[in-house]
């Protein structure tokens, strides 16, 4: 198969538009247009990242041309800093007419003799100075000092003035300003942005369109070491702001099978897996694009998937990018249970059996049966049903603490069940478990911290005892905290553990919890080293998969358990600050 990537450009005319953004365009540019007398106006076009702000605004911007009204764009992400403000002038001055910036500078100049010979050019020979010469002329007028730039509303509203009545018998003309991505710059953009449109071009004929999340902008995002009176500013830029809506679901879905169409995987996707996109991708268009591109990226580059059959492909990293936590979960394996997938499937039909929503036929009740018993647990008697609601009880003890909520989404159970179907989904699995595919993809907040500062030793003086029997598979950790100071000594049994601890100081212990066939191994050695008193510091049980049982004896043990890399660190931070504590 082919495949294509798809670009990250807004829609830019109504017949791009599948996410039913039209009407509200068409509804927005009305109001716009029948408001130019109450100009200068600023809206707020308020939204997420990557859920449809500059696409409806491009669309409004279609809508005004189309009845007559000026407008400009100006890429607030463009600029940096204080040249944000004189960027912003310059764009709005360059869409006057050229004649009306000419009298404009020409007057600047007659107010200053001494410098009106050495422009003589402006007037005498003004055809060679064009409309940016005469944009940079009146900006360098009125941007030398202090003075001039008080003078510098006063002009620019004589200049828009100007502009706007200078239109013979028709109605005032309106310039209409669209500024885009500011809630992605720096604090210092913000707010020379924000100047330039409340301050400098907050005058008659001019109205700005702003697409930003306002949360980013709030006290709690960009601007949060804001003072008091700058967060007052704030406030009074937007006279109002229009929130967009998420887009319907058929849009949505009618929006990924476009886009599955341009890349080439549209044969690849059935009406579930459309459905789930459109709603695990928390209705993001941008966010939908790139999970389509990482499809056709992965197929086309990843050698890992040579074998495979491309529906393989796209279901598992449908997996892996919609349901990171069961992927992580299904790639780690586990010494007892190393097929996640068919884990989960034994477990719905024992849950749909013992709370007796499903009618338990042979096969139903032998899958319930191996599910029970499969997790060190009694067999439930088929003929005392009032007794499966305490046996499902038990049994989700020793499930991952997610499997009850994924048992609930049906785009989940869907997905597990056709990529179980697949006929080479236990050589896929293996393959997986190996570490031939990549970790979970665009999930940063579960990697390992890089640290704020260079040469930053947080863990300095730390001595950390770390046990695992595939000790490979922390490397990146260990390497991270050695790098940030701390002593890293590994084991891959618990009697080299011993050894270590009977002859080293150590601190802190990172574990695993099953090891080969022994599935409580960590909660074992830590039983044994508290009782003999050879350790009682704190541990922190790093593992594949976290159940209620687990969480249960970890607190037993006075320990912390989890599966994820940022909640480790976050866990490794808290026991060096008890250490710290105990050594004052």
């Not at 600023?42 to 189309?66: F, N, P």
């Not at 007659?110 to 002329?137: E, H, I, N, S, Y």
């Not at 990924?256 to 009406?271: K, P, Q």
């Not at 785009?411 to 990549?438: C, I, K, S, T, Y």
Request: net charge negative; charged share 25%.
């Amino acid at each position: 198969m082919e495949f294509s990537l798809l670009n990250d450009e807004p829609v830019t005319g109504p017949s791009a538009d599948l996410l039913g953004a039209g009407q509200a365009a068409r509804q927005l540019a009305r109001l716009l247009h029948d408001s130019r007398a109450a100009t200068p106006l600023t809206l707020a076009v308020d939204a997420g990242w990557g859920m449809g702000k500059s696409s409806l605004m491009r669309l409004v911007e279609v809508e005004l041309r189309q009845k007559g009204v000026e407008t400009v764009w100006y890429n607030a992400w463009t600029s940096t800093g204080t040249d944000a403000l004189e960027g912003l002038i310059k764009t709005v001055l360059m869409k006057l007419d050229e004649r009306v910036m000419r009298r404009a500078v020409a007057g600047l100049t007659g107010k200053k003799p001494w410098l009106a010979a050495a422009r003589a050019t402006l007037t005498v020979a003004g055809a060679t100075v064009g409309l940016a010469g005469l944009v940079d002329r009146f900006w360098e007028e009125l941007s030398v000092d202090a003075k001039a730039r008080n003078d510098l509303r006063d002009e620019l509203r004589k200049v828009a003035t100007a502009w706007a009545e200078e239109t013979g018998d028709r109605p005032r003309r309106m310039l209409v300003v669209f500024v885009d991505d500011l809630d992605r710059c720096a604090e210092e953009t913000v707010l020379a942005v924000c100047e330039a449109v409340k301050v400098y071009l907050d005058v008659p004929g001019l109205a700005f369109v702003i697409g930003c999340d306002r949360s980013a902008l709030g006290p709690s995002g960009l601007l949060r070491d804001l003072r008091p009176a700058g967060s007052a500013f704030m406030e009074k830029i937007f006279q109002t702001s229009y929130r967009l809506p998420v887009a319907a679901g058929e849009h949505l879905e009618a929006y990924v099978r476009h886009c599955a169409e341009r890349s080439g995987l549209r044969e690849l996707l059935d009406d579930g897996l459309v459905r789930l996109i459109a709603a695990r991708s928390a209705r993001n268009p941008r966010r939908i694009k790139r999970l389509i591109n990482g499809f056709g990226l992965e197929c086309a580059l990843n050698p890992v998937w040579a074998r495979f059959a491309p529906e393989a492909v796209v279901r598992t990293l449908l997996l892996q990018h919609l349901y990171g936590d069961f992927y992580r979960l299904l790639v780690s394996g586990d010494g007892t249970y190393a097929h996640a997938a068919r884990e989960f499937l034994e477990y719905r039909t024992a849950r749909r059996v013992l709370s007796r929503v499903a009618h338990a036929d042979e096969e139903a009740w032998h899958t319930t049966v191996a599910s029970v018993t499969g997790h060190g647990l009694a067999a439930p008697e088929s003929g005392d049903p009032e007794k499966w609601e305490t046996v499902l009880a038990r049994l989700e003890e020793e499930l991952p603490t997610a499997f009850p909520v994924l048992a609930r989404d049906h785009g989940f159970v869907h997905l597990v069940e056709e990529w179980m179907r697949l006929p080479q989904v236990d050589a896929l699995v293996r393959r997986l478990q190996e570490g031939g595919a990549a970790p979970v993809a665009g999930r940063p907040e579960e990697d390992p911290p890089t640290g704020q500062e260079d040469g930053r030793d947080e863990y300095r003086d730390v001595s950390v005892l770390w046990v695992d029997d595939y000790p490979e598979q922390n490397a990146t950790h260990v390497r991270h905290l050695r790098a940030h100071g701390a002593d890293v000594l590994v084991a891959q049994s618990g009697p080299t553990a011993d050894r270590i601890l009977s002859t080293h100081p150590v601190d802190l212990v990172i574990s695993d919890v099953t090891r080969g066939t022994e599935r409580d191994a960590g909660f074992a050695d830590l039983a044994a080293w508290r009782t003999r008193g050879l350790f009682d510091g704190p541990v922190v049980f790093f593992v594949g998969r976290v159940t209620p049982a687990r969480e249960q004896r970890s607190r037993e043990l006075g320990a912390r358990i989890t599966s994820g890399s940022s909640v480790l660190f976050q866990h490794i931070d808290a026991a060096c600050a008890e250490i710290r504590q105990r050594r004052s």
